[in-house]
């Protein structure tokens, strides 16, 4: 079974909470590089990842990250 791509919301909240790429990358741990592919659906970040961005944006991860919805060809 095909799974749907990982579509988020990151770029929107982060930038709800005036945070720069930079600042978000700096409290995740992470490079601000990875912070830009995420953004740009260019890169699904490990579970780890994922849970830091939560809590450091203060949101469910279901809100930030979720699958596309499949069309039936």
Do not use: C
């Amino acid at each position: 079974m095909k799974r749907g791509k990982v579509i988020n919301n990151v770029r929107v909240f982060r930038r709800t909470l005036d945070m720069t790429q930079e600042e978000l990358a700096n409290k995740v741990g992470v490079h601000r590089q990875t912070i830009i592919s995420i953004e740009k659906q260019k890169y699904e970040p490990a579970i780890g990842v994922v849970l830091t961005i939560s809590e450091v944006l203060n949101k469910p991860i279901e809100k930030l990250f979720y699958l596309e919805k499949e069309t039936n060809d």
